[in-house]
């Protein structure tokens, strides 16, 4: 059985992280919060405690794992060589939802790294995940603690609902900030490269490294059969909801109208229809639709933070199809479309 402790992030209990820390310790797997998502961490350093993750999670085991640390110096014992921009952006970003991806020590497990010569690495922002490394004293290895191909946790009763029974416990510090998983950036060739867009925008990199690209499976735009993704994750289906989604790209005024058509056509054939609408939109859709709102399209923040919670609302109201406006690449807007395209699949329309 799971355990379930709640903690209050701005007064911790020690005597709870200490708890959840001797777990770590021996091997077993705890559910925490993050400032992107909940986490679902093992000793990083324990090729069999990580193994376990993958069992609990049902992932695939090529797809490899993020380091948390809890200062800089946990990180230079990771990677002997590390880049001069992995230091810059540690400076700048960290902690924050900023993940690099540097040249790996021989001592990390391959369970973490799927056997790359690389390690994912990464400081959370948040009291309760910095205070559980530190009294851990190891790197957690942890992915979204959500089973593989979920949309990912964004409070502690969706882990519940994923993973209760598979795991020793669960620190239920509330919901998460951002919403969306953390930016990863491949900083082992020429130029960086983002892999995964998230909570640092490519803005942001931009601004801090003059010169970034952003790998093509990360825009989530269909993928051309012959182009591997640099991402072992960027190949699996991903933060899909029970029910198929089609994701509406283009125009606003444009976009609503083709929800409208095709929601009437859906309605007709006596299929319920989930719409994720905007607040500016939510009002002229089928009233016989499940419409959830996702706030307002001038609050990119605020539709980032509930996208996935409401990706898994509509499970509960059992619709047979959902119907997504979509919205603008730019700031975090870029990490809102690369979830919603991967969780289409290949069901985006313009
Ligand atoms: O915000 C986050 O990043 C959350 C919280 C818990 O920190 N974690 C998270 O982990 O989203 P996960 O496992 O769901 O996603 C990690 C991503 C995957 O796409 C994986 O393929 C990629 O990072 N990754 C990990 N190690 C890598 C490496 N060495 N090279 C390239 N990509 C890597
Ligand atoms: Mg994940």
């Keep these: 059985d799971t355990k379930i402790w709640h903690l209050n992030p701005s007064a911790l209990d020690m005597r709870l992280i200490n708890q959840a820390a001797a777990i770590i310790k021996r091997g077993g797997l705890v559910a925490f919060p993050t400032e992107t998502v909940y986490g679902l961490g093992a000793n990083g350093l324990d090729g069999k405690a990580v193994a376990d993750i993958y069992r609990a999670k049902g992932r695939p085991s090529d797809n490899p794992l993020i380091l948390h640390v809890a200062d800089t110096n946990m990180v230079r014992e990771l990677s002997k060589n590390l880049p001069p921009k992995a230091t810059l952006l540690m400076k700048k970003f960290w902690p924050g939802p900023l993940t690099l991806v540097v040249p790996r020590a021989s001592h990390i497990p391959r369970e973490v790294t799927g056997g790359l010569a690389t390690v994912a690495v990464r400081m959370p922002h948040h009291p309760v995940a910095l205070a559980l490394i530190k009294a851990s004293g190891v790197p957690i290895a942890a992915p979204s603690a959500n089973k593989s191909g979920r949309p990912s946790p964004t409070n502690a009763e969706h882990v519940k ?190």
Excluded: W
């Design 161 to 350: 609902l994923d993973l209760q029974g598979c795991i020793d416990a669960i620190l239920d510090g509330g919901p998460a900030g951002l919403g969306l998983e953390s930016t990863v950036l491949d900083l082992t060739g020429a130029a960086p490269v983002i892999l995964r867009p998230g909570g640092v925008t490519y803005e942001q990199l931009l601004e801090a490294l003059g010169d970034v690209t952003i790998d093509p499976s990360a825009l989530g735009e269909r993928l051309s059969k012959d182009k591997a993704p640099r991402s072992p994750g960027m190949k699996y289906k991903h933060y899909a909801p029970a029910a198929p989604l089609i994701l509406f790209e283009g125009e606003p005024e444009k976009v609503k109208a083709a929800i409208v058509e095709r929601a009437e056509e859906l309605l007709k054939g006596g299929k319920r229809v989930g719409i994720l609408a905007t607040e500016e939109h939510a009002q002229d859709y089928p009233p016989d639709s499940k419409i959830l709102k996702i706030g307002s399209r001038k609050n990119p923040a605020g539709v980032a933070a509930m996208l996935f919670k409401r990706l898994r609302e509509f499970d509960q109201l059992q619709v047979d199809v959902i119907l997504t406006e979509g919205f603008e690449t730019k700031g975090i807007g870029l990490a809102v479309m690369n979830r919603l395209r991967r969780a289409a699949g290949e069901r985006i329309e313009c």
